[in-house]
């Protein structure tokens, strides 16, 4: 069982219990067969991006509901990962004026960390 299908599975069943559906239901709602979902919700299956859609769908939230959780799941390394592309794609779109600003901003920041570690 993969880590990542583990917390899918673990968010569907979180929003569905949330919600009072019964896994039935759910199966009725998204076409898709009990014994599958309930698999899905132990992390022994990994669903498609199709099957998810369904199941959001029949859920009536977002795709990005069911996966939200996913960085929670990751290893430290792929956590590190996923947070340095979340602040290029936030710098990318920025002016050289404003990164200036924003490696200013880090290079105090790094200095007030260094001290407040020293004094302790």
Do not use: C, W, Y
Not at 11 to 32: C, D, H, P, V, Y
């Amino acid at each position: 069982m993969s880590q990542i299908s583990a917390a899918i599975g673990k968010q569907i069943r979180k929003i569905r219990n949330a919600q009072g559906i019964t896994l039935e239901e759910l199966s009725f709602k998204s076409g898709l067969n009990a014994a599958h979902l309930g698999q899905i919700e132990r992390g022994l299956r990994n669903p498609t991006v199709e099957t998810l859609e369904r199941i959001a769908d029949a859920l009536e939230v977002s795709f990005l509901d069911l996966v939200s959780t996913l960085e929670q799941a990751l290893p430290e390394q792929d956590k590190t990962d996923v947070v340095k592309r979340k602040i290029d794609a936030q710098l990318s779109s920025m002016t050289l004026d404003e990164l200036e600003d924003i490696l200013r901003i880090i290079r105090i920041f790094r200095r007030q960390f260094k001290q407040e570690e020293k004094a302790d």
